[in-house]
């Protein structure tokens, strides 16, 4: 009898978490404190009762929350949180909108790839156990969305199309959002007449269904219309139009994306002053709404900006910032890709039925532990010595390597190989390697897999394109039984491979191909991040090159000569070496000035920048003091030589920039020599006022003259 009530108990609990729950859902979007206070009436019932269904559904509305307010970070961990409960026994039918939702937010934040895999899967579920069927029409067009992204459009269309077959759009409640896609597909695609009637047709169904908020997004579509026709005037126009719209109406969901596309139009447009006004604006509204994962996208264009400007501090700044929040963002993803397999990790403990699957958890804790450590590795072959020995705990295994694709070179660079415990180093193997199983899996771009190479009938039926003879293979001694390699993909993109090999026969299970295949995949995105990072250094270091040229002349500057001077200085007296330092100043310059203008003075000091780099070229280091003022360092260099350097410059300056027969811009010279090192013990200043005095004696005597200075 007992039984019975708590049976009866428990089904009313149920149905109040489910009457909560629908009356949530009427009311979610309107995020209104009593809908927050039923969330947390939801969440604590659900809990005390043990109803993982309850638990799910209020972390999902949580998650749903947090996006609409832009707090996309929260609203990714709610989604987590809330996919985790779905994998208890009977809650199939609630996971895939958590999919659905999560890859809705992996596409705000721009992270494609993801989004991509959360929304297959949840049509994959949707699929397999026949629910939530009607969810189909919003997944397809979110992974259209998410194609849109990653500049896919003829995958978008397709995943469109199968919207556009299921269901009529003239009934659809979001059948807008469609056409938005349409549009945007065919922009991309450069059909801007096809685009231009998805827009207008999305417009009619917006003013037919008084739905006036998303008319913002309408109009960033027109602008990227008048983008694609060249028609800049109207595309700025609607860019505007677009983001006040969405800043007036305090519907902010699109801004990221919006505001990114308007600021890569005006830095294309060479505007680059009113690019600056409208990033500050965009990361003030940034910061008050916690959209972190906009930051590095902003300062990425505030970076080019000042480039453009030739505002290299800020320039650096900016592209430091970038760097600084692309690592968080790179952080934040490493932890959500974590949580969701803390979360598969869930679902195989809720499945265990023998050791094998106990032992394969373990396994994957293992993994987790890589994947925590995976991005932060930034050289390359020490991310393959770790994985080596860390991969060792789990699998049985004696060779490990990972190849990288070099299309230009066309060959498999193999970056680093072990082999029972000895590190063998790079090896290469050319794309025409017919005898090749790695070779095989850069064409297939499927796995190699091989339990026993002894059973050599197997290789030769499933592996028919590889002229391996048994005789090729068999070497003298040991030789791998089981062989895994493994394509490492970016979406429809190789990359590279890894490749996994034991002595033993049958040493790979099949939960060991999950994790080698769940290792590939986050291996793909850590190798992509090292590509990413290694390209930012360059650009970190061109950067750091450039802040020392004086845009004027292309020669060094005076920040240059300060930073360099001391080293150079120090470094040949210490080895001995002969060392020469000029101060050149030219002769009438001030009168060009005042005669023709600025602009003429400029030209005129370019000139001379080009005869120090005709003249000095690599034998020394030419540096633009200051004003029409410059100066040479020489080291280790024939002090004749010098001599007749210093000589040259001064001969041809009287003949370089001739305006007025009365006016000759020419250059005196003064320089210090000093022979093998031996400066006598003077300092740093002394030796650069000796140079100053030589320049002041050669003004005296005439102009157009050369002084030196012998220690």
């Not at 003829?154 to 199968?162: F, I, N, R, S, V």
């Not at 699998?395 to 660079?413: A, R, S």
């Not at 250094?537 to 060094?556: A, P, Q, W």
Request: aromatic share 12%.
């Amino acid at each position: 009898m007992r039984s019975k009530k708590v049976g009866k108990c428990m089904n009313e609990i149920r149905q109040q978490i489910e009457a909560m729950a629908n009356q949530i859902s009427l009311n979610l979007h309107t995020i209104d404190s009593e809908t927050l206070l039923l969330i947390d009436k939801l969440m604590n019932l659900s809990t005390e009762a043990n109803d993982y269904l309850g638990i799910s559904k209020a972390h999902m509305y949580l998650g749903v929350i947090n996006v609409e307010k832009g707090n996309i970070n929260d609203g990714i961990s709610q989604y987590i949180m809330a996919l985790s409960y779905t994998f208890y026994e009977g809650l199939e039918a609630l996971r895939p909108p958590v999919l659905n939702n999560l890859g809705v937010a992996q596409n705000i934040i721009g992270n494609y790839v993801a989004a991509i895999e959360h929304l297959s899967n949840a049509k994959t579920i949707v699929e397999r156990y026949e629910v939530r069927s009607d969810l189909l029409p919003v997944i397809h067009s979110n992974i259209a969305d998410a194609y849109l992204g990653i500049h896919q459009p003829e995958k978008a269309l397709e995943y469109l199309d199968k919207v556009n077959e299921s269901i009529s759009l003239l009934d659809y409640d979001k059948a807008y959002v469609i056409l938005a896609n349409y549009a945007e597909a065919y922009i991309q695609l450069k059909s801007p007449e096809k685009a231009f009637n998805y827009i207008l047709w999305c417009e009619e169904i917006l003013y037919d269904r008084e739905s006036f908020n998303f008319l913002a997004y309408v109009d960033y579509l027109k602008a990227k219309y008048f983008d694609l026709i060249h028609e800049y005037k109207d595309a700025d126009l609607f860019f505007k139009k677009a983001v006040n719209a969405l800043i007036k109406d305090e519907q902010l969901f699109y801004y990221p994306k919006i505001s990114s596309e308007y600021m890569a139009f005006l830095v294309n447009q060479n505007q680059h002053k009113t690019c600056i006004s409208f990033i500050e604006q965009s990361l003030e509204l940034s910061k008050k709404n916690r959209w972190e994962f906009v930051y590095s996208e902003y300062y990425s264009y505030l970076s080019k900006c000042y480039r453009a400007m030739s505002e290299w501090e800020r320039a650096f700044n900016a592209i430091n910032l970038y760097f600084d929040h692309e690592n968080k963002n790179k952080e934040r993803l490493n932890q959500y890709q974590i949580n969701l397999l803390n979360a598969q990790e869930s679902l195989m403990r809720l499945e265990i039925k023998n050791n094998v699957l106990i032992q394969s958890i373990d396994n994957m804790k293992v993994v987790n532990n890589i994947l925590k450590r995976i991005n932060s590795v930034h050289n390359l072959n020490d991310l393959v010595r770790d994985l080596y020995v860390e991969l060792k705990n789990i699998f049985d295994m004696d060779t490990f390597t990972i190849g990288l694709l070099e299309d230009e070179k066309k060959e498999i660079t193999y970056i680093a190989k072990y082999e029972n415990d000895v590190y063998l180093g790079m090896s290469h193997i050319d794309y025409e390697n017919d005898k090749s199983f790695s070779v095989w899996v850069k064409n297939n771009r499927m796995p190699v897999i091989i339990h026993n190479a002894d059973d050599f009938e197997y290789i030769k039926t499933h592996y028919a394109a590889i002229k391996l003879s048994r005789e090729d293979y068999l070497k003298k001694g040991n030789y791998s039984k089981s062989i895994v390699i493994w394509p490492l993909m970016i979406e429809h993109e190789m990359i590279g491979l890894i490749n996994i090999q034991s002595l033993k026969e049958n040493a790979y299970s099949t939960y060991d191909l999950e994790l080698i295949e769940m290792l590939s995949s986050h291996l793909a995105i850590a190798l992509i991040n090292n590509k990413q990072r290694s390209e930012l250094n360059r650009m970190i270091e061109k950067l750091n090159e450039l802040s020392f040229i004086d845009s004027l002349t292309g020669i060094y500057n005076r920040q240059a000569f300060n930073e360099f001077i001391p080293a150079l200085y120090n470094e040949a007296i210490d080895q001995k070496q002969n060392l020469v330092f000029a101060m050149i100043d030219l002769d009438n310059f001030k009168a060009l000035n005042d005669a023709f203008g600025h602009q003429e003075g400029d030209a005129c000091l370019q000139q001379f920048g080009e005869l120090l780099k005709d003249i000095v070229g690599d034998l020394g280091y030419s540096y633009r003091y200051g004003g029409d003022e410059f100066s040479l360092v020489f080291t280790g260099i024939d002090l004749e030589v010098v001599d007749s350097i210093l000589e040259e410059i001064c001969q041809k300056s009287s003949k370089l920039y001739t305006l007025d027969p009365h006016l000759t811009v020419s250059a005196s010279i003064g320089a210090i020599f000093i022979e093998n090192g031996d400066s006598g013990g003077i300092s740093i200043r002394s030796f650069i006022n000796y140079a100053d005095n030589a320049l002041y004696i050669a003004k005296s005597e005439g102009k157009n003259t050369y002084r030196r200075v012998i220690v």
